[in-house]
């Protein structure tokens, strides 16, 4: 065989491979669209119950048809705090066995057909399999205007082209069977150590399990790959595809480090135990197909026989892997939990592998912007009494609303690196939404902080309220914190319902608003209240009614979002209509609220 005959089944060999990839890229996409993060989701809920834990995440790795995937949303779960790191070892043990997945299917690849085969067993081969998958992908695709659904046709055309791509690279190095050299290259690797490295070097190169698995699947279809070569080689890629984990723990939480480092001990302790288990077996009574050449199935079988063997021998010594994993990544004696931290690190830029969950943390740092600044506001109230105001609460206040600024600049850097990724168009209503939500969070922030300002500039000249301009303070306070707490849990729980009600207290607050400034100002011309208290009431009740307005943005926002339209609720049309159209539970509602906050 010349050089070039070499070079361009090199080509053609790198053209499948290519090909083999993007299908896995596509499948992998496809199965999480449609998925809608739910299965990430359970992750979080998991309990300390080992075999739910490694079940889970056999069950999340088939789907994403990725451990290395898997594995880095763990670190990120675990580096925001949602998952302890024991539950997260049973995870990363699940998701080696998940992996294996893709070698069963490929193994559809090496189905032989005959003129007495079946048709519908022909159909099966990857050579027919692949065009008609393919097809019916792309009509389902095209036709489909729901999300789920063109995500189903996204993952069959993934599924062809991945079939493709194996085909490809089977054709491609199949000539290179007669090389003498291409057979001592296998026989060489039969040296377990030099197995184990070549198998660890591809998959870290190719930062995936599945692809080097799929690789070496294709080369067993030549003949030349001999059962004796094939297992360190499969052993090694399991260590190689800790390299995406350890990279994406770079920078982490000191527990996310440590979810890492598990994942790495439990391959290399686990192909160290297994090898060694192997190669005493062998010399003791030796294996028959040791020297025999391996199919794509027999690949397949090994690499899940060796990972589900390897996790039931683990599953009585996790708490041996958490405790290595602490001794090697080592707590500072000074080191504490900071909740703030927690918050920041949810919006992990690993999640970004998984759009559905990037866009739920997301949410959940909203909704906690949301309560830092309903706390803000609850304990503001209480510097307008004298005996009330305290210097230490408004440095914490002060210390609050910082990390509300923080957070909104976080979640906006993260949510626009999300519009970057491959979303759905719910998502991406989704993503559209949590911008707006969060500034409509930190306008709130904003304007509890100057009351608190108000109130600082009060104590500083030593000047109070009247008790009648207390009292309607209490009134129109108590509204304001009812409306915020609303606001917050209609974005907590997506709930229409809560956010249907705001509008009619918003309508209270304003009709307050007027009433009190009225009162006020005969106040002031009879000379009851200062001037000083006089401007600061006045522009306390502007602050208090803006509130009011932005919880009544962000129920129009809550609202829209429920809408299967793609246009974001018309917010001055709907508080129109909301407010000119006769509706008879909108006018219940208002003057229920009335009648609470009667002055």
Known sequence: MTGTEIFLIAIQALGGIALFIYGMTMLGNGLEKISGGKLEKILSGLTSNIFKSVF??????????????????IVGMVNAGILKLSSAIGVIMGA??????????LRLAGLENSADTPLLLQLLAPKYLAPVISVIGLIIFMLSKNDVKKSLGETLVGLGILFTGMLTMTASVEPLSELEAFRKLFETLSNPILGVIAGAAVTALLQSSSISVGILQSIAKTGTLKASSAFPIIMGQNIGTCVVSIISAAGASKNAKRAAMVHLYFNVIGTVVFLTAVYAIKAAVGFPFWDEPI??????????????????LFLP????????ACITIRDSKEETEDDGEVTFNALDDRFLKSPALAIQQSHNAVVAMGTLALK???????????????????GKLKDNEASIDRMEDRLNVY??????????DYENRRVTELLHLTSEFERIGDYAMNLIEMAEQLHGIDV??????LHEL???????QEIIGMAVDAVKNNDVSVAMRIEPLEETVDLLNETLKSRHIERLKNGECVVESGVNFLDLLINLERISDHCSNIAVYVMGAQKKSKNILNRHEYIRERHEGGDEDYISLTEQYMTKYSL
């Open 376 to 394: 803000n506001f609850t304990k503001m109230r209480k510097l307008f009494n004298s005996e009330g105001f305290n210097e230490k609460t408004i």
């Open 464 to 469: 109070a309220f009247s008790d009648s301009a």
């Open 96 to 105: 080696n066995i998940g992996t294996t997945i893709t070698g069963q299917i």
């Open 415 to 424: 949510l626009v690196k999300l519009t970057e990724c491959e979303l759905t």
């Open 474 to 480: 209490t009134v129109i306070s108590d509204a304001v």
């Open 295 to 312: 199919g794509m199935g027999g690949i397949a079988n090994f690499h899940t026989f060796f990972n589900v063997t390897v996790t039931i």
């Open 56 to 73: 889970l995440g056999a069950v999340v790795t088939a789907a994403v048809q990725s451990s290395g995937a898997t594995t880095v949303i």
């Open 317 to 324: 010594f996790t708490k041996l892997l958490e405790k290595l």
